[in-house]
């Protein structure tokens, strides 16, 4: 282990333990949203030092990025993080009266300390509602966004440079399957979005009722961890095997490479 890798982790050991020092500090109702959002900066800013830092040089420093990078990366981040909740409320019926544009910011009671990830997940929010209809940003939706959109960014930047290969190599076929492949994996890698209609039937088996052993496990809320939780990390998963492979083949084309 490396210098700055110790200094980085050591770093992230230390906001982790300000976290659960300013978590215990919350039960303290009168300043519950100000540590809880100390306790969720710490947290999440923590879990990215822990990230290897290959993977930010996979998806940002070694990127040549252009408008397409940003361009998927920035829709991506603001359809993960705002649409998709509005989306998802809309599906459900969710509705409430409300003025026009109206938002809150506030903190959730502070759960046993076993469930402090879960905790750190949506504590604290803002909710933003529109014309009735309810977002709810948290600091695991934005975290796993963020992570998201970079990924996504760096595949679409990827496949272009695939594009660029094809155009100044005509007529070879190899190269051409191969921008297929990705393109698949991307559009599945991004939808974790499709979370949704899991969601969904997670809701309705709650609202009629576990009659059967199936319908119990779908209203069950480790079914819903697992969607919530596990379809997006899942797709961080994909999309970045996806990127590394594309990058293994664009090193061995030498056009590239000139």
Partial sequence: MGHKTAVRYGIAIALMTISIFTYKLSFDMSYLLL????????????VALLVPFRFYKSVYSEIKKTRAYWISAGLYLTFHILIYGFFYYFLLGYFVFQPLLTAYVGASVPTPIYLLPYWESYS?????????????????TVFIGIFLAMLLGANIQRVFDLRKVLKRKKGTTSYSVLIGAPTIAIVSGTSCCLSLPSIIVYMVALSIGAVTSILSV??????????????PIGSLFLL?????????????CPIYKS
């Fill in 240 to 252: 970045y095997y996806n990127l590394r492979d594309m990058n293994k083949i664009l090193s061995k």
């Fill in 218 to 231: 779908l209203a069950s809320p480790i079914y819903f961890g697992l969607v919530w939780f596990g379809l």
């Fill in 124 to 140: 604290p929010g803002i909710a933003i509602f529109i014309a009735g209809y309810e977002a709810d940003v948290v600091p695991f």
């Fill in 35 to 46: 540590f809880s959002l100390l306790s969720s900066v710490s947290f999440w800013t923590s």
